[in-house]
């Protein structure tokens, strides 16, 4: 269990090399830590065959086996025995320096037992045996395998594992599977109850395809309880501390190992740099991995390349709030393999914005302050454009009458209703009136809604008022609705009619209605109407344009009864078509009025006249007079032909 590349060491620095433990020999020292030295080991075949034996004999057999190849020697052993031993096994064995009974022995054999607890993972080096020196049926003393010469020393046999990669010259595929795989042994080991605190590179060994996880010295076990860490006190490495084990080891959970494992992950994918490494001394980097101030630098700042999903995952792992880090290493693990999968590792929920912006103004200084100098300006410019709207009280009441147009329009379009009401009709027009005085660009925008809102009220709105029978049109309105509608539409405040039951409006006076405007150079218009005997000629129907105080065409009756239809274009009269209709007082007339064309309709019976009606996008205002005594039974007037003449009875 030690780094490949490490050189041969003196007798002096491993002086147990030669040494027999157990059934091993040490045979090369591997390397030094805080609670002891690890040498590489084997089997020792000779002292297996005569650990028995007494004296001389003991000397010649052992001279025998030992003139023997190895492959023999476990071939004997494994007879002797009668287990197999293998000739080409490699051990490594890790030999505590601390004497029975002191804090050390103790942390010793806690590593021991945590070791062995977790061993039967694929991602973790396995530890075969463990002998606590303390005499009391450890290896060496069951078996009495070493003469009891290190009898009272304490150590584990694991197995021998070498780091064959250098972590600092891996690539990024490379370093996140080696972490994926250690991810999910510390998994493992925080099910159980066990937090590493020391994860570093230099505890991860094996090879990139197989990493093995190693050195539980300082690993904190729930089921312990022996206080050997003190509150207050920091162990592990302090480059891949988390900020609570640099404040208080004994506070620290699994989320202190995301911590460590995401600075290992960093270090892998960035050639060998570390979070903190910028800060000159341990105290400046401990204070800075304390403080949630200090901001590490991100991989992009040593690595302009590097992958963003991928540091967001490490920004993640390595929160200074062990609330805001991944909350298990399988989260960990599944953003790892969504990015491995070249799946998108969003920004939200993994880097704090504050965060982010220091990051920005460090890479990017430049770029940062010319953004906000842009953002400035731009802020400014749009402050002396809108803030003057916002604190003028006319244009925001202005605003809120033209939305509740606008929301009204919207129903008309979709059929909900045929027109808008009085009020919204009564405040429509002051807004023209009120907007039309108003001279500049202040109030522009407001001025070209209004446009837009007249031209699709001309486009849309329609007087649907029949009282007599079954309409013409579906969806009748009843009779009150449509008599509030014909008053809506004709502007008219104390009309001069009264309800006759339900068969139409009597006039009790002369009564003009002028309704409109109407469509944009379309207007259909059907009119049936009870008159009373002697007052007929004073009926009239007119279709005339609203923008220009002439008549395209009119229905009259004359004194001889005679319905007679009067045609003008440019003003002149163009011609009168007189049609006879019955001697009853009912009389039904239409006019379909276009920019190419003039239809009439008495009855069922329609004529066709060659003349121009309206101008192009000029719309329509529609005259009825009514003697009294006459009796309205319908008015429909919509802004395009609805091919309803053909419909009407």
Sequence with gaps: MAEAGKSKDTDNEYPLVGETMGMWRLVRGLGKGGMGEVY???????????????????????????SLPR?????????????????????????????????????????????????DHPYIVTV??????????????????????????????????????????????????????IANALDHAHAKGVVHRDLKPENILGTIEHPLLTDFGIAKDSEHSEGLTRTGQIIGTLDYMSPEQATDAKRVDHRS???????????????????????????????????????PKWPREHMPDYPVGLERIVLKAMAHRMEERYQSMAEFVADLDRFTRGEWITFWGRVRVKGWIRFCLRAFPKAVWATVAAMLIGAGILAWLYVPRLFDQQRNTWMASLDRIERSLDDIQK??????????????DELRRDLGFQRGDRYTDLQMRVDRLGRGLLESSRLEAWFGGAAPWPDALPFDQAKSDLQVAARVENPAWYAQGTDGLLMHDWQTLTIGPYGQGSCYVLCRVDLPPGAADRFR???????????????????????????????????????????????????HVTPTAIRSWVGTSELRHGLPGLREGSPALVQLDLPKGAVLVGLGIWPKGPGIATATP
């Design 257 to 295: 190992d995301i911590y460590s494992l995401g600075v290992v992950l960093y270090e892998m994918t960035t050639q060998g740099q570390l979070p903190y490494s910028h800060k000159q001394d341990r105290e400046s980097c401990l204070a800075a991995i304390r403080s949630e101030r200090s901001e």
């Design 71 to 119: 492959d023999q020697q476990a071939r004997i052993a494994t007879h002797y025995l009668g287990t197999h031993v293998p000739p080409d096994a490699q051990f490594a064995i890790k030999v505590c320096n601390a004497r029975v009974g002191t804090s050390g022995h103790r942390r010793f054999l806690q590593e021991a037992e945590v070791a062995q607890k977790l061993g």
């Design 128 to 181: 075969h045996a463990v002998h606590s020196g303390n005499d009391d049926g450890g290896i060496g003393s069951r078996l009495e395998l070493d003469g009891g010469r290190h009898r009272n020393t304490a150590y584990m046999v694991m197995d021998l594992a070498v780091r064959e990669y250098r972590h600092d010259r891996l690539a990024v595929p490379q370093a996140v599977h080696i972490v994926r795989c």
């Design 415 to 428: 059929r909900k209703a045929r027109q808008l009401g009085r009020d919204e009709r009564r405040t429509f």
């Design 541 to 591: 129907l007119e279709v005339r344009e609203a923008e220009d105080p002439r008549h395209v065409a009119a229905w009259t009756i004359d004194q001889s009864h005679m319905l007679a239809l009067s045609l003008r274009e440019d003003l002149r009269p163009v011609q009168t078509i007189r049609r006879e209709v019955p001697r009853s007082t009912r009389v039904q007339v239409a006019l």
């Design 40 to 66: 590489g080991a084997e089997y020792d075949y000779a002292h297996l065959l005569t650990v028995k034996l007494a004296g001389a004999q003991r000397d010649l057999v052992r001279r025998e086996v030992e």
